[in-house]
Nanobody, 120 residues
């Protein structure tokens, strides 16, 4: 069993930065790839970024590449720079179980989400 708790969301102006953190517990965390997804109002949940269990490979959605950075140590963090109003969404941390990293169906454990709002 894996439990995930996100933190670090908030309100920021366009061009600003936020750092999200995901604290995980459970014996499989250290051997699980981890991902971040987001869901804006009225839209489908979408992949943001993923990192392998060893932290040696990372993957990003095209819309955030070059602006967001995923990392992991004791937590899984998402550094978000140059934020845009279209980044506004609830951001979810997830633990990968099997399948492609950019599909929500590949993740078996999810956090409760943290709200990120970017004002123009």
């Amino acid at each position: 069993q894996v439990q995930l708790v996100e933190s670090g969301g908030g309100l920021v102006q366009a061009g600003g930065s936020l750092r999200l953190s995901c604290a995980a517990s459970g014996r499989t965390f250290s051997t699980s790839a981890m991902g971040w997804f987001r869901q804006a109002p009225g839209k489908e949940r979408e992949f943001v970024a993923a990192i392998t269990w060893a932290g040696d490979s990372t993957y990003y959605a095209g819309s955030v590449k070059g602006r967001f950075t995923i990392s992991r140590d004791n937590t899984v963090d998402l550094q978000m720079n140059s934020l845009k109003p279209e980044d506004t969404a609830v951001y979810y941390c997830a633990a990968h179980t099997s399948g492609s990293f950019n599909s929500g169906r590949s993740y078996g454990y999810w956090g409760q989400g943290t709200q990120v709002t970017v004002s123009s």
